[in-house]
């Protein structure tokens, strides 16, 4: 733990000198050491990482980095209440049993057989992921495959596995499937519409492609699979294993989940009616909905407040959006904006190739949003040197979104399936055994996108 | 009226390398939820309740997944149930325990029980040895006895 922390503070000290020595102030270097000592403790000492939010953001205040004003400004408060909103409106879903009905869905699929079985839990978790969250999709999919596989007799680490990585793939389809993507979305200005038309297309490309290798990649599973599902014939106890009472409700939560999407994916056309700012009515519409919920759940109102919202990773979200916002306001990413610009010859394509490839790696060890929230000032910036910025938004997007696959502690899905697998089943998935097919799918995943970015004029 | 003036003495207890099932056949036949798991040396290691055997038993992630009713029992319980055997005592039990002295006021371990949501407190020497332990029902045979003496 000593070293770590003296690695963490040796390399945040390094780079402040080292930016100081390319031409950064010293308010300037003082904020990319802060933010990086906040970005190396969430990859040293995740449980710690409000710990460094709190003091890296003290700092940047005491230093005279950056003033109480530009920091709020900066802590992009309408992506917090967005999340929020997004919690309440899952709390209610899950309260009402639409997870739960979800899963007696899939296990009550006739003639199941193993293909069948494969396709549409990998399908399911994609668009799950892009309706509501990658994690929130991840939890009730693994509790599908858990119950098929137990009643089928048949280990359910690949079946676990292919959900994961296709539930990352569908996070990058839509703004409310990562929160990588409604940051995206508040910081470039681009819509919901953008996104179900240039990013939609990509993922379902992405997945399409997923499939085909994961298929053969588990081949020989899916044929023991499917001898068992012969072998123990129809998955009658299955279809009738769990119900979800009461149906109103489910049917009114519905109601509203549904409306709220309809609306968010007409958001942009609703702020060009009523001559709104840009995300304006994609931003407050969970506010709206989330709003509605709780009055008419009124009794339960503060629980899916203090229950359903996760302030712990919102504050942390806060304070790293922050202190991210602190490179801009002193100028920093200017300058390494300018630099990585004229490395790369202000060519668009080469940056984008940058900006994809390492966002993809980054996002493989580090939380994505941290990635994310480090980039933004960056792709920022080059818009004061006349870039075209849109390919480089639909990069990062990408990049943050598929890297997650490559290992194990790449994404919070990853983490949370793997914690109920080793849980329930006490099987342990090793490092390598994810890492494989994970690269695999990341790398092809990756290269789809950056063809796509490259060649296809429609992204330029 | 203190807590040595109602606690059990005769303390059916548990090894921590005892197994799973065998401690839930010791909690059947004392009719108890639970029972302190002491190791080799009369330490206080932990409590296994009957609700730990459930924890276990039952996936995890029910909660997350949401409302929903169960309408047959899924094969994995029954087949974590029958693994009992081949679990020890240590994997399932708690391992913080709240436990109380002699001298503590049955308000003050009334208090505890509802702060700390348990049912049963054991009760420890000043060497952190279990001498005793003291349930919901002994504190209210304590405060109705008291009441009577009053």
Same mark, same amino acid.
């Given at each position: 733990? !000593?070293?770590?922390?003296?690695?963490?503070?040796?390399?945040?000290?390094?780079?402040? $000198?080292?930016?100081?020595?390319?031409?950064?102030? +010293?308010?300037?270097?003082?904020?990319?050491?802060?933010?990086?000592?906040?970005?190396?403790?969430?990859? =040293?000492?995740? %449980?710690?990482?409000?710990?460094?939010?709190?003091?890296?953001?003290?700092?940047?205040?005491?230093?005279?980095?950056?003033?109480?004003?530009?920091?709020?400004?900066? %802590?992009? /408060?309408?992506?917090?209440?967005? +999340?929020?909103?997004?919690?309440?409106?899952?709390?209610?879903?899950?309260?009402?049993?639409?997870?739960?009905?979800?899963?007696?869905?899939?296990?009550?699929?006739?003639?199941?057989?193993?293909?069948?079985?494969?396709?549409?839990?990998?399908?399911?978790?994609?668009?799950?992921?892009?309706?509501?969250?990658?994690?929130?999709?991840?939890?009730?999919?693994?509790?599908?495959?858990?119950?098929?596989?137990?009643?089928?007799?048949?280990?359910?680490?690949? =079946?676990?596995?292919?959900?994961?990585?296709?539930?990352?793939?569908?996070?990058?389809?839509?703004?409310?499937?990562?929160?990588?993507?409604?940051?995206?979305?508040?910081?470039?200005?681009?819509?919901?519409?953008?996104?179900?038309?240039?990013?939609?297309?990509?993922?379902?490309?992405?997945?399409?492609?997923?499939?085909?290798?994961?298929? $053969?990649?588990?081949?020989?599973? !899916?044929?023991?699979?499917?001898?068992?599902?012969?072998?123990?014939?129809?998955?009658?106890?299955?279809?009738?294993?769990?119900?979800?009472?009461?149906?109103?409700?489910?049917?009114?939560?519905?109601?509203?989940?549904?409306?709220?999407?309809?609306?968010?994916? +007409?958001?942009?056309?609703?702020?060009?009616?009523?001559?709104?700012?840009?995300?304006?009515?994609?931003?407050?519409?969970?506010?709206?909905?989330?709003?509605?919920?709780?009055?008419?759940?009124?009794?339960?109102? @503060?629980?899916?407040?203090?229950?359903?919202?996760?302030?712990?990773?919102?504050?942390?979200?806060?304070?790293?959006?922050?202190?991210?916002?602190?490179?801009?306001?002193?100028?920093?990413?200017?300058?390494?904006?300018?630099?990585?610009?004229?490395?790369?010859?202000?060519?668009?394509?080469?940056?984008?190739?940058?900006? /994809?490839?390492?966002?993809?790696?980054?996002?493989?060890?580090?939380?994505?949003?941290?990635?994310?929230?480090?980039?933004?000032?960056?792709? #920022?910036?080059?818009?004061?040197?006349?870039?075209?910025?849109?390919?480089?938004?639909?990069?990062?997007?990408?990049?943050?979104?598929?890297?997650?696959?490559?290992?194990?502690?790449?994404?919070?899905?990853?983490?949370?399936?793997?914690?109920?697998?080793?849980?329930?089943?006490?099987?342990?998935?090793?490092?390598?055994?994810?890492?494989?097919?994970?690269?695999?799918?990341?790398?092809?995943?990756?290269?789809?996108?950056?063809?796509?970015? %490259? $060649?296809?004029?429609?992204?330029? | 009226?203190?807590?040595?003036?109602?606690?059990?003495?005769?303390?059916?207890?548990?090894?921590?390398?005892?197994?799973?099932?065998?401690?839930?056949?010791?909690?059947?036949?004392?009719?108890?939820?639970? !029972?302190?798991?002491?190791?080799?040396?009369?330490? +206080?290691?932990?409590?296994?309740?009957?609700?730990?055997?459930?924890?276990?038993?039952?996936?995890?992630?029910?909660?997350?997944?949401?409302?929903?009713?169960?309408?047959?029992?899924?094969?994995?319980?029954?087949?974590?149930?029958?693994?009992?055997?081949?679990?020890?005592?240590?994997?399932?039990?708690?391992?913080?325990?709240?436990?109380?002295?002699?001298?503590?006021?049955?308000?003050?371990?009334?208090?505890?029980?509802?702060? #700390?949501?348990?049912?049963?407190?054991?009760?420890?020497?000043?060497?952190?040895?279990?001498?005793?332990?003291? %349930?919901?029902?002994?504190? !209210?045979?304590?405060?109705?006895?008291?009441? @009577?003496?009053?």
């Amino acid at each position: 733990m !000593l070293k770590k922390l003296i690695l963490l503070i040796a390399i945040s000290l390094g780079l402040g $000198f080292l930016t100081r020595n390319i031409g950064l102030s +010293l308010h300037q270097a003082t904020a990319v050491s802060i933010f990086s000592v906040s970005v190396l403790g969430t990859l =040293f000492f995740w %449980s710690f990482r409000l710990t460094f939010a709190f003091l890296g953001t003290s700092a940047l205040l005491l230093t005279r980095t950056i003033d109480l004003d530009h920091l709020i400004k900066f %802590s992009s /408060l309408e992506v917090i209440l967005f +999340l929020v909103g997004m919690m309440v409106l899952v709390g209610l879903l899950k309260d009402s049993g639409f997870f739960a009905w979800i899963v007696s869905l899939i296990l009550r699929i006739k003639n199941l057989n193993a293909n069948k079985f494969f396709v549409l839990i990998c399908i399911i978790s994609a668009l799950l992921s892009c309706a509501v969250d990658e994690v929130t999709a991840i939890i009730f999919i693994v509790a599908a495959v858990f119950e098929i596989c137990d009643y089928f007799e048949v280990n359910p680490t690949p =079946f676990l596995i292919a959900a994961v990585l296709a539930t990352n793939v569908g996070s990058s389809g839509t703004t409310l499937g990562n929160p990588i993507g409604i940051l995206i979305a508040s910081k470039s200005g681009l819509t919901f519409e953008d996104f179900m038309v240039k990013a939609f297309p990509v993922m379902l490309a992405c997945l399409f492609a997923s499939i085909i290798l994961l298929k $053969f990649w588990y081949r020989r599973q !899916l044929a023991e699979l499917d001898h068992k599902m012969k072998q123990l014939g129809a998955n009658e106890i299955l279809i009738r294993l769990i119900s979800v009472p009461p149906e109103k409700e489910l049917k009114t939560a519905l109601a509203i989940f549904g409306a709220t999407l309809l609306s968010i994916s +007409l958001h942009h056309r609703l702020e060009v009616l009523w001559g709104l700012e840009p995300n304006t009515v994609l931003l407050t519409l969970p506010l709206i909905s989330s709003g509605l919920v709780m009055a008419w759940k009124w009794k339960k109102a @503060r629980g899916y407040i203090e229950k359903d919202v996760e302030w712990w990773t919102l504050l942390f979200f806060m304070l790293l959006f922050a202190q991210a916002g602190t490179l801009k306001y002193t100028g920093a990413t200017d300058v390494l904006a300018r630099n990585l610009a004229g490395l790369a010859g202000n060519s668009v394509p080469i940056l984008t190739a940058i900006v /994809l490839w390492v966002s993809t790696i980054g996002s493989s060890v580090l939380d994505n949003v941290v990635l994310v929230a480090a980039f933004i000032p960056m792709i #920022q910036s080059f818009q004061g040197l006349g870039l075209n910025l849109q390919p480089l938004w639909w990069a990062l997007l990408f990049g943050g979104c598929l890297g997650g696959n490559i290992t194990l502690v790449g994404s919070t899905a990853n983490i949370v399936a793997i914690g109920i697998l080793e849980k329930e089943r006490n099987i342990h998935v090793t490092f390598f055994r994810w890492f494989w097919v994970g690269l695999t799918v990341g790398l092809i995943t990756t290269v789809i996108v950056w063809v796509a970015l %490259s $060649f296809l004029p429609f992204y330029r | 009226m203190k807590t040595k003036e109602v606690m059990t003495r005769d303390v059916a207890y548990l090894s921590p390398d005892a197994s799973a099932k065998d401690a839930v056949e010791l909690l059947q036949e004392k009719e108890i939820s639970g !029972l302190p798991v002491i190791n080799g040396n009369g330490k +206080l290691v932990g409590m296994f309740t009957e609700k730990d055997v459930l924890v276990y038993i039952l996936p995890s992630y029910i909660e997350k997944v949401g409302r929903f009713v169960y309408e047959e029992n899924p094969k994995a319980i029954k087949r974590k149930f029958a693994q009992l055997e081949g679990v020890k005592v240590s994997q399932l039990m708690r391992r913080e325990v709240v436990t109380v002295g002699e001298d503590v006021t049955l308000c003050e371990v009334a208090k505890m029980m509802l702060t #700390q949501k348990v049912r049963r407190i054991p009760v420890v020497d000043k060497a952190g040895k279990v001498v005793g332990i003291v %349930s919901r029902c002994d504190i !209210l045979k304590g405060l109705i006895r008291e009441g @009577r003496g009053a």
